[in-house]
C-alpha cells in the first residue's frame, strides 16, 4: 500500500559483540539507548527513564510484571509517539518499572515493524 514516491522508513543495526542490538528511542523529543528486545511484551524502562523522558507514567494503570530478573510493579502506559531510528510509530504501549530496567523496545513496537535478521545485521521497516 505505498505510494510512488513515499519514502519507506527502515534503519539498520549492528549487534554488538555480545550479539545484542541497541537503538536511539525518542519519547517527548528526548533520546536515550534502547535495546532491541524480541522477548519484552512492551516497550519497558525504570521510572528514572521515564521521568527523563517526560513521560506521566503515574497516570498509567498500575500492573504486576513478571521480568527476566523476577516480579516488580510498575504502570501500564500508552506513548503517544515513540521513534526508534528512523521509524516513528503512534500510540504504542509501554510499562514503567520500578525495579531498575534497562530501556527496552519490545513487540507494542517490534509487532509494527518488519525485522530481518541477517548475520550480525538487522534491518527494521516501517510497514
Do not use: W
Not at 555480545?18 to 528511542?25: D, E, I, K, R
Not at 520500578?98 to 513496537?109: A, N
Request: no cysteine.
Amino acid at each position: 500500500s505505498l505510494v510512488a514516491g513515499e519514502a519507506v522508513a527502515a534503519m539498520m543495526l549492528e549487534a554488538d559483540a555480545n550479539g545484542h542490538y541497541s537503538a536511539p528511542v525518542t519519547v517527548n523529543g528526548v533520546t536515550m539507548r534502547g535495546l532491541i528486545d524480541t522477548g519484552a511484551t512492551a516497550i519497558s524502562m525504570s521510572v528514572a527513564t521515564a521521568q527523563k523522558m517526560g513521560i506521566a507514567y503515574q497516570n498509567g494503570r498500575r500492573a504486576q510484571m513478571v521480568t527476566a530478573n523476577g516480579n516488580t510493579s510498575g504502570y501500564a502506559v500508552v506513548l503517544n509517539s515513540v521513534t526508534v531510528g528512523s521509524i516513528t510509530l503512534s500510540q504504542v504501549q509501554a510499562v514503567v518499572s520500578e525495579s531498575e530496567t534497562p530501556l527496552l523496545i519490545g513487540s507494542s513496537f517490534l509487532n509494527r515493524v518488519s525485522v530481518s535478521i541477517d548475520g550480525k545485521r538487522m534491518t527494521l521497516t516501517k510497514r
